[in-house]
């Protein structure tokens, strides 16, 4: 048996959910089953960013849950068996991330394996597959509803281009230290002349946590739109609209590498930065590996 667990936002649960659908084609008689104890009260009284299973908002999700008896089997740990463990680490009951791209996670049994698992390598081969599964609801407001309709259908028909920009939370001492100075104003500046280049009239929707910040800069609304109606559990419709664009300019952000992984368009071009965090250095040979087919651009806005 394997067990995934399920933890973070919603763009590291939907990795989470991507690597048990990865594992299922992998070995279809293995039984996967996904853990989300990490979302109870009593767990996220000790989280920083406090969160909620946000996988339970997609329409007709299936969310095959563990049991409290499958947990235990291999969250519950007697002395001796944490000693055995610590000898030999191939015996021990837990998998848990520790680089970009592990290929031996296909050859596991009965593990509880742990992680986030951003690499595009992991499941770009099911992504048909994801983009099916992951239907988005409908907003409960009407009016923001047809406002989201009428976006994509906006989106469909220019050369319109996403434009994730994370601040918030990424501004935090807590945060910057790790995910800061890497999606720059220079990363930004570079990517939209980027498509700019492809074509002059492209047109870039704005969408971030600190849309105050994105009206003072981005104010030409001939070349700019902010999006900022999609907000608390429907904050996910962000990422459907995302998918409707020729072009994702995503921040080291999970959140809008879905805007760009759910893009159906045949003429999409995704873009991310070269790196996630600032502790785990890169090469870009690597990366274009580990992320076929993304256009990717440093924090000196130079693509590589």
């Known amino acids: 048996m394997l067990i995934i667990q399920i933890a973070g936002g919603l763009g590291n649960q939907m990795q989470q959910y991507a690597m048990y659908r990865k594992l299922l084609k992998a070995g279809a008689d293995r039984n996967i089953k996904l853990d989300i104890k990490w979302f109870d009260e009593d767990k996220q009284s000790g989280v920083l960013a406090k969160r909620k299973l946000e996988l339970e908002y997609f329409t007709g999700l299936p969310l095959p849950v563990c049991s409290e008896s499958e947990r235990a089997r291999f969250t519950d740990r007697s002395v001796a068996r944490k000693v055995v463990e610590k000898l030999v680490p191939g015996m021990g009951s837990r998998f848990t991330e520790s680089c970009m791209y592990h290929p031996e996670i296909f050859e596991l049994k009965d593990k509880y ?16 597959e994801l983009q099916e599964l992951f239907v988005f609801p409908t907003h409960s407001d009407e ?9 994509m259908n906006e989106m469909e028909m220019v050369p319109s281009v996403s434009v994730h920009i994370r601040r918030g939370d990424y501004l935090d001492p807590e945060n910057a230290a790790l995910f800061g100075n890497i999606a720059t104003d220079a990363y930004y500046d570079s990517a939209m002349e980027y498509f700019k280049a492809i074509d002059p009239d492209t047109h870039f929707y704005i969408f971030t946590n600190d849309p105050e910040y994105a009206r003072a800069k981005y104010a030409d609304p001939g070349r700019y739109t902010i999006v900022d109606h999609n907000t608390g559990k429907y904050s996910l419709l962000d990422i459907q609209l995302m998918s409707h664009c020729r072009g994702n300019i995503c921040a080291n952000s999970t959140f809008s590498f879905w805007g760009a992984r759910l893009n159906r368009r045949k003429d999409k071009i995704p873009v991310r930065t070269l790196v996630m965090r600032n502790n785990q250095p890169v090469t870009p040979e690597l990366m274009h590996e580990y992320w ?3 256009v990717l651009v440093d924090k000196d806005g130079k693509v590589r």
């Open 292 to 294: 076929p087919g993304w």
């Open 113 to 128: 394996i742990e992680g986030y698992f951003a690499c595009q390598k992991y499941y770009d081969d099911i992504m048909g």
């Open 143 to 151: 009016e923001i509803n047809i406002k989201n309709m009428n976006l």
